[in-house]
């Protein structure tokens, strides 16, 4: 099992990004597949969730602004994040869980994202 | 939101020595089908978040025994029988039942 991130950088305020991870061992279809991401210096946040059946859950702090996607054909999880803030700026990691209630079983080594001008 | 509590913010401890972490959560940890689910995790320094514990006492794949998870309800404990150099980093306690899923906000265990 690996997840391989990418689509990190630096971007302004109000600016869009997409961050793509890359799954092999498994198919990203039939996992509960999570955004989990880490402020500089600080702790987990959860971000968003896509169940195996497609359902979609997101935290109220990027309701709206944030949409996570797969691509069966791909393998590949994604979060599409729009009007970004300051406050978004973290290192993104991709996880997988079997279920939501036990947590994640494999994460991927995560990427920076910084919004700053 | 579930508020997970964890105490202490920080813990020094002695190689070979016990040390012990709790977590607190606001709402009971108790699922539908009756048992409870408390998560745990490791993260090194500079490295990503790994699994120790699910549904408060069971240890992942590769997890040494000196680790335990206990607790019931609302209130968790965390165990290391003799903590080693490799232990050190934050550990952090997860709910996964009520959403938004919440994190605890870690503790530091180092070495004295």
């Known amino acids: 099992v690996q997840l391989v991130e990418s689509g990190g950088g630096l971007i302004q305020p109000g600016g869009s990004l997409r961050l793509s991870c890359a799954a092999s061992?498994?198919?990203?279809?039939?996992?509960?597949m999570s955004w989990v991401r880490q402020a500089p210096g600080k702790g987990l946040e959860w971000v968003s969730v896509?169940?195996?059946?497609?359902?979609?859950k997101y935290a109220d702090s990027v309701k709206g602004r944030f949409t996570i996607s797969r691509d069966n054909s791909k393998n590949t999880l994604y979060l599409q994040m729009n009007s970004l803030r300051a406050e978004d700026t973290a290192v993104y990691y991709c996880?997988?869980?079997?279920?939501?209630?036990?947590?994640?079983?494999?994460w991927g080594q995560g990427t920076l994202v910084t919004v700053s001008s | 939101d579930v508020v997970m509590t964890q105490s202490p913010l920080s813990l020094p401890v002695t190689l070979g020595q016990p040390a012990s972490i709790s977590c607190r959560s606001s709402?009971?940890?108790?699922?539908?089908?009756?048992?409870?689910?408390l998560n745990w995790f490791h993260q090194r320094p500079g490295q990503s978040p790994r699994r120790l514990i699910y549904k408060v006492s069971s240890r992942d794949s590769g997890v040494p025994d000196r680790f335990s998870g206990s607790g019931s309800g609302t209130d968790f404990t965390l165990k290391i029988s003799r903590v080693e150099a490799e232990d050190v980093g934050i550990y952090y306690c997860?709910?996964?039942?009520?959403?938004?899923?919440?994190f605890g906000g870690g503790t530091k265990v180092e070495i004295k």
């Open positions: 996880a997988r869980a079997v279920a939501t209630i036990i947590g994640p079983d494999y």
């Open positions: 896509i169940y195996s059946g497609g359902t979609t």
């Open positions: 061992g498994f198919s990203v279809s039939t996992f509960y």
């Open positions: 997860m709910q996964g039942i009520h959403w938004p899923l919440t």
């Open positions: 709402q009971s940890l108790v699922y539908g089908d009756g048992n409870t689910y």
